[in-house]
Structure formats: structure tokens, C-alpha cells
């Protein structure tokens, strides 16, 4: 299925890399793809979104990142120099009860930094292949909010650049989605509208 020309051309052009160029993101950069996600929508403007970010080659947070991924994304994640836990806040600030939307916000902040991010010639791959029990007791994460994913940041790579035949097969593999008619319903669950 090839991306449809009728939507935005940054959501044409957004997809997950499994390589980066080695060549930092400057952080007047890296903050501006922090405000987008900050002015995400949330339920009651709760905003439960926390990043941990770690930079390559600064201080030891990208490590500690890192360390917590599965084998797997650990792999290709390494050519990223920017590494992002996502986090969530677990329970409104207003009245301190559970707040079950905190993860669909903190997709909506993630959303908007990836717009943002692919506005800047920077990719992001988002990871769900993480110990999240590592990363709380690695990163001090406070027991009111949960680890979410991780995602690394970066600029495109070059295919050429992997080795591992089976990152080459995924890398070149075609993008695929459900059908809108699979996803989107009228009037009940399964009556497809397009």
C-alpha cells in the first residue's frame, strides 16, 4: 500500500529508520521538538507527559537508555544520538485519581513532537521492546508515573550503512496498513464507513 498524496506531506515523508546518520541534533532543535509535544491536547489539560532524554556522548543518560532496550532494537538503536523514555503521569493533579487517558496523551505529545521532528529533516523510531522495571530504577522514575517507550531520534541514515541481513530485509520492506474499512466504523463496530 503506498501512502496516500492526499494528507500532509510530512506524514507522506514520516517512517521508522533502523539507521542515523552520526551527527548530532542541536538543542535549540531538540527543544523545539519538546514545545510541540508540550502543547499537545490532554484530558483535562492534565499534560501527563515526562521525557527522559539521553544525548550521546553526554552525560550518561543515552547509556542508561540504551542499556534498557531488548537485544533486538539494540541492534540498530545504537546509531541514534538521542534516546527519549516516554513517560506517564498515572493520576490527575486535581483530584488524584487514576487518569486513563495518560497514555493516549502521551501519544498525542509524541505525535506532535514526530510532526515536528519530520518537519526537520529528523526521524523517529518508537520502541515498545524495553524493560520498563529497568528504566524506572535506572532513571529514578517516581512511582506515580509509568515508563511508556522509548524512541529513538536522529537523522536518516543510509540503508547501505546495515550489515545485519535481517535489518536490511525490514529496512526495505514495504510499509504496510490496515485498510480504513478495517479501522473505520458507522453506526456500529464493524460496519466499515470507507
Known amino acids: ?69 531488548v537485544e533486538g532494537n539494540q541492534t540498530w538503536a545504537n546509531s541514534a544520538p538521542v534516546l527519549v523514555l516516554t513517560v506517564a503521569k498515572k ?34 523510531h518508537q520502541m515498545a521492546g524495553f524493560d520498563a522495571q529497568k528504566a524506572r530504577e535506572s532513571l529514578l522514575i517516581p512511582d506515580e508515573c509509568e515508563p511508556v517507550a522509548v524512541a529513538a531520534l536522529g537523522y536518516e541514515g543510509n540503508i547501505t550503512d546495515i550489515t545485519d541481513p535481517k535489518l536490511v530485509e525490514r529496512a526495505n520492506a514495504p510499509r504496510q496498513r490496515q485498510s480504513l474499512s478495517e479501522i473505520v466504523f458507522e453506526d456500529h463496530f464493524g460496519n466499515g464507513l470507507f
Open 91 to 124: 493520576s490527575f493533579a486535581y483530584n488524584k485519581a487514576d487518569n486513563p487517558h495518560a497514555w493516549h496523551d502521551v501519544g498525542l505529545a509524541m505525535s506532535q513532537l514526530i510532526f515536528q521532528a519530520t518537519s526537520e529533516q529528523i526521524f523517529v
Open 1 to 69: 500500500m503506498s501512502v496516500p498524496n492526499t494528507i500532509h506531506p510530512l506524514l507522506q515523508t514520516r517512517y521508522s529508520p533502523l539507521v542515523f546518520q552520526d551527527k548530532p541534533i542541536l538543542k535549540d532543535i531538540l527543544k523545539r521538538l519538546f514545545e510541540a509535544a508540550q502543547w499537545a491536547p490532554s484530558s483535562y489539560n492534565e499534560q501527563p507527559w515526562r521525557f527522559v532524554v539521553g544525548v550521546k556522548g553526554e552525560g550518561n543518560g543515552w547509556q542508561k537508555i540504551f542499556d534498557c532496550l
